[in-house]
T-cell receptor, first 111, second 116 residues
């Protein structure tokens, strides 16, 4: 039972363009969402988060949008850079519960 | 100056063996975690310790036993290894207590376990 779904296993984007990574969730109790980035042979690193009381959070080139009614969030990267090529994991939690991760989306930014 | 380190990085072993994976964090965090990333790429929490106290124990076979000698270390011992235990195991830590999902977690580089 996947509570956090990242339906696109991979995404290719030209350098300088926008990358949009999507995430859907099924548990309506989730109230905090995070994105982690993972390079090969390394552990995931925290990128950006959003609380359910907001619908947008921005940090430099990274913006996360949350649509609670659709149980959907997305990560926008503008402009995309080759160094952004990595696997991006969406994660969610409800209150004090442990994080639930999606399967990840592999982003390739082509120069 | 590695924040969260794990040893070994790779572990290849036979079915039925017992093995341990070590984790250390030098961030001064109170909480440490073990995650398993299986062949389907899902990253799932196994255990969480806060100041040497077990606070999260997901449905994991009791062949897996975490041990925390102090709050900077969380080791994972696995008895009677099975083929299905093959996965990448990640250690992580976070600053605050009680392992809240809101805490930013810092991950180690992972240990790739292959059971033959």
């Amino acid at each position: 039972d996947q509570q956090v779904k990242q339906n696109s296993p991979s995404l290719s984007v030209q350098e300088g363009r926008i990358s949009i990574l999507n995430c859907d969730y099924t548990n309506s109790m989730f109230d905090y969402f995070l994105w982690y980035k993972k390079y090969p042979a390394e552990g995931p690193t925290f990128l950006i988060s959003i609380s359910s009381i907001k619908d947008k959070n921005e940090d430099g080139r990274f913006t996360v949008f949350l649509n609670k009614s659709a149980k959907h969030l997305s990560l926008h990267i503008v402009p995309s850079q080759p160094g952004d090529s990595a696997v991006y994991f969406c994660a969610a939690s409800a209150g004090n519960t442990p994080l639930v991760f999606g399967k990840g989306t592999r982003l390739s930014v082509i120069a | 100056d590695t924040a969260v380190s794990q040893t070994p990085k790779y572990l290849v072993t036979q079915m039925g063996n017992d093995k341990s994976i070590k984790c250390e964090q030098n961030l001064g965090h109170d909480t440490m975690y073990w995650y398993k990333q299986d062949s389907k790429k899902f990253l799932k929490i196994m255990f969480s310790y806060n100041n040497k106290e077990l606070i999260i124990n997901e449905t994991v076979p009791n062949r897996f036993s975490p041990k925390s000698p102090d709050k900077a270390h969380l080791n994972l011992h696995i008895n009677s290894l099975e083929l299905g235990d093959s996965a990448v195991y990640f250690c992580a830590s976070s600053l605050r207590s009680k392992g809240q999902g809101r805490d930013t977690q810092y991950f180690g580089p992972g240990t790739r376990l292959t059971v033959l």
